[in-house]
């Protein structure tokens, strides 16, 4: 890191796409510096996406957050200011954030994700400091965990370190986005945010459920088979491991003391209809992130008929189709 950083006063931006973890990441072995108890597998997805500005500004009082052109203050707006002196320091200007999703906020659709993956872009290039990808993950991580894979496109690995130092906790690609054309359909059954965050849900989980350390054991054999499937283009393999992985991440988290469950009732018949057309023999496969939005995976030639047949339930209000998405990038003007 370059240790002189510089303070850009013109506007720069970037553009970070969500990603949804076809194995899933669940539990933190230390909350402080958010690093993950077990590793994951991604998808970047080309069809969400977040857009974020910087620019320092020596006239201004305090640090500045806009989301979605409204002012944020409080602790979403003192978690962005954070990330800025970890990156540059605290002995810097105020800075002005402004960061716009193109997907509802807050709502298990991975825009945290995608929101400090693009901040961490657009810090590194307003302030030259030429940190590479393995580098810009590693401080997207301490925003979101999931932040750092969507550093990356297509296919990614969250790695986990042997350490607490977090040298180790870091993603890298697996397959770019154009190696495997696959979809992901969202079912969106709710845009408001949920009661219950990732973070208080994991530490919770990790607290009170007597399968976190089944959980926790059983991660590594996941992570490989997936990465094999991959290697083999592999779909019903993906397809299989994917939907076992979000059954297990949320029945760990009903088994927390209290439950947590993020399920509505749309959402059960979401999966239902998948379960439903999987059986006349259509490849179609449930993942979910902590949130009621169901995602489906499936091969484009069958998108339009999953698509379909789960827009028709009364209460999916949308369905967005993604296809693999690129990494994290600056938007020239």
Not at 29 to 57: H, Q, Y
Not at 188 to 215: C, D, H, L, Q
Not at 253 to 266: G, H, K, T
Request: aromatic share 8%.
């Amino acid at each position: 890191m370059n240790i002189n950083p510089q303070f850009n006063s013109k506007q720069v931006k970037a553009v970070a796409h969500a990603n949804i973890a076809l194995v899933k990441y669940w539990g933190k072995r230390s909350v402080e510096k958010n690093l993950p108890a077990v590793g994951s597998v991604s998808l970047t997805l080309d069809a969400l996406k977040t857009i974020t500005s910087v620019a320092f500004d020596e006239e201004l009082h305090s640090d500045v957050f806009i989301l979605n052109d409204d002012v944020v203050t409080g602790k979403q707006a003192d978690k962005i200011s954070a990330f800025a002196d970890l990156m540059v320091g605290t002995e810097r200007p105020k800075i002005r954030v402004e960061s716009d999703n193109n997907f509802p906020t807050g709502a298990g659709l991975a825009s945290s994700a995608s929101a400090f993956a693009a901040l961490a872009k657009a810090m590194n290039e307003a302030c030259s400091l030429g940190l590479d990808d393995k580098m810009l993950s590693i401080f997207a991580r301490q925003g979101s965990g999931s932040a750092a894979r969507s550093i990356f496109g297509g296919f990614a690995e969250m790695n986990l370190g042997d350490d607490d130092s977090g040298n180790g906790d870091y993603a890298h690609q697996l397959h770019d986005e154009n190696y495997w054309d696959i979809r992901l359909l969202a079912a969106v059954v709710s845009t408001g945010p949920k009661e219950i965050g990732s973070t208080e849900g994991m530490n919770r989980t990790a607290e009170t459920s007597p399968f976190y350390n089944a959980w926790v054991q059983s991660s590594p054999n996941d992570i490989k088979e997936m990465k094999a499937a991959l290697a083999h283009k592999d779909f019903e393999k993906l397809g299989t491991l994917a939907e076992h992985s979000a059954m297990k991440m949320h029945g760990l988290a009903l088994s927390a003391n209290p439950s947590i469950l993020y399920w509505q009732a749309a959402s059960l018949e979401s999966i239902q209809r998948v379960w439903g057309l999987r059986k006349q023999g259509l490849p179609a496969y449930i993942t979910m992130d902590a949130g009621p939005q169901v995602k489906v995976i499936t091969l484009p030639q069958y998108a339009n008929e999953v698509k379909n047949a789960l827009i028709e339930l009364p209460g999916v209000s949308n369905v967005i189709e993604a296809k693999p998405g690129p990494g994290a990038y600056i938007l020239k003007d």
